[in-house]
């Protein structure tokens, strides 16, 4: 498995609270940049999907909250494949602080639609793809 440089966030003043904590929504947001960052990384940004005629929406997500972050704190974010199946990508998400402490872990679930919205088998429509994911599954 070839290892991704984790995606780097700043946290912004905005995305704080009251009390100078990040708001919790704003986790799954890091979420969707690191993911389309890690997929640049590897070639599969998300123009080139696209171009294939490939879609991956959001089916799921779960996270678990295990520290806090504040403005203007650096969160690093590392994106794992957890699995790839059928028509089904699962992620993980192992977010740092800059002490190296984890703040949040965290999935999400992805299928694949063409342009059309029907579902897409990676392995038989997009196998570069496919190939490419299934190659860098890390165990949980």
Not at 26 to 49: H, P
């Amino acid at each position: 498995m070839n290892q991704v440089a984790p995606y780097v966030h700043k946290v912004q003043y905005y995305e704080t609270d009251k009390m100078s904590i990040t708001h919790h929504s704003n986790y799954v947001r890091w979420m969707e940049e690191a993911r389309v960052d890690y997929l640049s990384k590897i070639g599969w940004d998300f123009d080139k999907l696209e171009e294939t005629g490939i879609a991956s929406p959001v089916v799921s997500v779960e996270v678990h909250y295990k520290g806090t972050t504040t403005f203007p704190e650096e969160v690093s974010i590392e994106v794992k494949i957890l699995a790839c199946k059928g028509v089904r990508l699962t992620l993980g998400y192992d977010m740092k602080n800059a002490d190296g402490k984890l703040v949040c872990q965290a999935k999400s679930e992805h299928c694949f639609l063409n342009m059309e919205g029907r579902p897409v088998r990676l392995e038989k429509d997009c196998p570069e793809f496919y190939q490419e994911l299934v190659s860098r599954i890390t165990e949980e």
